[in-house]
C-alpha cells in the first residue's frame, strides 16, 4: 500500500512553545490529509481535514489558532501546535488518500507523539 | 456516516482464523465497509474494504452479508503479531470524506 510518513517521530517540548508535526505522502499525491489525534487508551479522533491550497477544515471544538495547519503542496501537511500547554501531550496521526482509479483509500502515518512539561 | 457496533474484545488461538463481526445497520448504499487495525503506539494500518461482494487480500477476507447490515473480517492463520485494535468504518469513497473510529475489537492472539 501507500506510505505515509510523519516527521518528528516523537517530541518533547516545554510548555508555551510551538511545535510542528509534518505529514508527507511519499508514492502519492494527496489533495487531501486528515490530522487525528488520540489520548491513552482512547479512539482516534479527527482534528481537521487538510485541503491542498486551501483553509483547513476544523471539527467542532478544536481550536483553529491553537492547531495551525498548512498545506502547500500534494504531498505534505504540517500541523502547528502553538503555545503548546500538557494538556496537549498526545499522540497526533495523520492521514493521507490515495486514489486507484475510482477506488481511494485512507492510509495512515506512524505517529507523533507530543509530551509538553 | 452510518455507525458501526463491534464487541470490545476477544481472544483467538495462534495459528487459528479470528473472525471478527461489525454490525451497520444503517449503511447508505453508497458506503463502503473498512477495517483498519492499530497496533499498540502505532498509526493505524489499512486492511482491506468493501462495497458489497466479497473482497480477500494477502491480509484478510472481507465478508458481507446480502444485505449490508453487517460484515466479518477473516484473519486466516492468526500470529501474535496480528493482536491489535481492530476498526470497522463504514464511509463513502471519496477524497475528501473523513474516517470516523469508533472503539473497535481488542483483539488477543493466545499462544
Known amino acids: 500500500g501507500a506510505v505515509v510518513s510523519q516527521h518528528p517521530s516523537w517530541v518533547i517540548c516545554k510548555s508555551g512553545t510551538s511545535v510542528k508535526i509534518e505529514c508527507r505522502s511519499l508514492d502519492f499525491q494527496a489533495t487531501t490529509m486528515f490530522w487525528y489525534r488520540q489520548f491513552p487508551k482512547q479512539s482516534l479522533m479527527l482534528m481537521a481535514t487538510s485541503n491542498e491550497g486551501s483553509k483547513a477544515t476544523y471539527e467542532q471544538g478544536v481550536e483553529k489558532d491553537k492547531f495551525l495547519i498548512n498545506h502547500a503542496s500534494l504531498t505534505l501537511s504540517t500541523l502547528t501546535v502553538t503555545s503548546a500547554h500538557p494538556e496537549d501531550s498526545s499522540f497526533y496521526i495523520c492521514?493521507?488518500?490515495?486514489?486507484?482509479?475510482?477506488?481511494?483509500?485512507?492510509?495512515f502515518g506512524p505517529g507523533t507523539r507530543l509530551l509538553v512539561l | 456516516d452510518a455507525k458501526t457496533t463491534q464487541p470490545p474484545s476477544m481472544d483467538c488461538a495462534e495459528g487459528r482464523a479470528a473472525n471478527l463481526p461489525c454490525n451497520h445497520s444503517t449503511i447508505s448504499g453508497n458506503e463502503y465497509v473498512y477495517w483498519y487495525r492499530q497496533i499498540h503506539s502505532q498509526g493505524p494500518q489499512y486492511i482491506i474494504h468493501?462495497?458489497?461482494n466479497n473482497e480477500t487480500n494477502e491480509m484478510a477476507s472481507l465478508i458481507i452479508t446480502e444485505d449490508r447490515k453487517s460484515s466479518t473480517l477473516i484473519l486466516p492463520h492468526a500470529t501474535l503479531r496480528d493482536t491489535a485494535v481492530y476498526y470497522c468504518i463504514v464511509r463513502v469513497n471519496f477524497g475528501n470524506e473523513k474516517l470516523t473510529f469508533g472503539t473497535g475489537t481488542r483483539l488477543t492472539i493466545i499462544p
Open positions: 492521514s493521507a488518500g490515495s486514489r486507484e482509479g475510482l477506488d481511494e483509500t485512507q492510509y
Open positions: 468493501g462495497l458489497k
